[in-house]
């Protein structure tokens, strides 16, 4: 009985903690997370591995002696179910959860989907490359073939997401599609400076996040994880930057 009751609580903190990896959270936060949710269900020895493919997570005691591992192989950014598991969790810790309920509130979070429909998304992409232009003091002559770029550049991430397994590839064709468009676009009128066109739709694209949780693993001491995201960030990196020295090595 003890074991099974061990064993319900460890997978609500593996759920946890794979919910968190997989929509962008740091690797300090699941791993402090998994662990206070732990000691909120009685149990306090126990530890965590977490790296960005995968959580390890064990329980010891007298009578049980368990360990389970959970491979995360997709990873997004979708900080509002970081945000209601980080919200579980504070209620676990506060005694107003129990095991069971909290299994089920995290199975619905894990099965919820994006908030914003995929219009809403190409046009926030669009508006904010073309936000971005002003910001690197471009000018307002640019402002709406930045906005036309990046929603053609976003609208092609996306599909070729859908296709590819290979982030890298979607990120690098997206940029093709980029420098494609701001080219065409400055040719025919459209724009005064093409750096600014492309700096501005490419941000999109761009891993910020990635690259500030990189930074903060290794501050933390997470220096496996801390070096496979920054490694991560500076293969996307290369991808957008690649997609867009090929257009101008043809064009």
Same mark, same amino acid.
């Given at each position: 009985?003890?074991? +099974?009751?061990?064993?319900?609580?460890?997978?609500?903190?593996?759920?946890?903690?794979?919910?968190?990896?997989?929509?962008?959270?740091?690797?300090?936060?699941?791993?402090?997370?998994?662990?206070?949710?732990?000691?909120?269900?009685?149990?306090?020895?126990?530890?965590?591995?977490?790296?960005?493919?995968?959580?390890?997570? *064990?329980?010891?005691?007298? &009578?049980?002696?368990?360990?389970?591992?959970?491979?995360?192989?997709? !990873?997004?950014?979708?900080?509002? &179910?970081?945000?209601?598991?980080?919200?579980? /969790? !504070? +209620?676990?810790?506060?005694?107003?959860?129990?095991?069971?309920?909290?299994?089920?509130?995290?199975?619905?979070?894990?099965?919820? =989907?994006?908030?914003?429909?995929?219009?809403? +998304?190409?046009?926030?992409?669009?508006?904010?490359?073309?936000?971005?232009?002003?910001?690197?003091?471009?000018?307002?002559?640019?402002?709406?073939?930045?906005?036309?770029?990046?929603?053609?550049?976003?609208?092609?991430?996306?599909?070729? *997401?859908?296709?590819?397994?290979?982030?890298?590839?979607?990120?690098?064709?997206?940029?093709? #599609?980029?420098?494609?468009? /701001?080219?065409?676009?400055?040719?025919?009128?459209?724009?005064?400076?093409?750096?600014?066109?492309?700096?501005?739709? #490419?941000?999109?694209? #761009?891993?910020?996040?990635?690259?500030?949780?990189?930074?903060?693993?290794?501050?933390?001491?997470?220096?496996? /994880? =801390?070096? /496979? &995201?920054?490694?991560?960030?500076?293969?996307?990196?290369?991808?957008?930057?690649? =997609?867009?020295?090929?257009?101008?090595?043809?064009?």
């Amino acid at each position: 009985m003890e074991k +099974q009751l061990l064993s319900d609580e460890m997978e609500v903190c593996l759920l946890a903690g794979k919910i968190l990896l997989q929509n962008g959270a740091e690797t300090h936060r699941v791993e402090d997370t998994m662990l206070r949710m732990a000691a909120a269900f009685g149990i306090t020895n126990c530890d965590s591995f977490v790296i960005p493919t995968g959580i390890i997570f *064990s329980i010891q005691s007298e &009578k049980v002696d368990q360990t389970k591992l959970v491979r995360v192989s997709e !990873r997004t950014t979708n900080l509002l &179910k970081v945000t209601q598991v980080n919200r579980i /969790s !504070r +209620q676990i810790t506060a005694g107003q959860l129990s095991a069971r309920d909290a299994q089920h509130m995290l199975q619905e979070v894990e099965a919820s =989907g994006t908030v914003f429909s995929l219009p809403v +998304q190409i046009f926030a992409a669009a508006i904010s490359s073309a936000c971005f232009v002003i910001m690197f003091a471009g000018t307002w002559h640019d402002f709406f073939p930045a906005f036309i770029t990046g929603g053609l550049g976003f609208i092609a991430f996306l599909f070729i *997401s859908r296709l590819s397994s290979v982030k890298f590839i979607s990120e690098f064709l997206a940029s093709v #599609v980029i420098g494609i468009v /701001s080219y065409a676009l400055i040719n025919i009128g459209m724009g005064s400076e093409i750096d600014k066109i492309i700096i501005g739709s #490419v941000m999109p694209l #761009v891993p910020g996040l990635l690259i500030t949780n990189a930074v903060r693993d290794l501050m933390s001491g997470h220096l496996v /994880s =801390g070096m /496979s &995201k920054g490694a991560e960030a500076l293969l996307t990196a290369l991808a957008i930057g690649g =997609g867009i020295a090929l257009i101008f090595s043809y064009l």
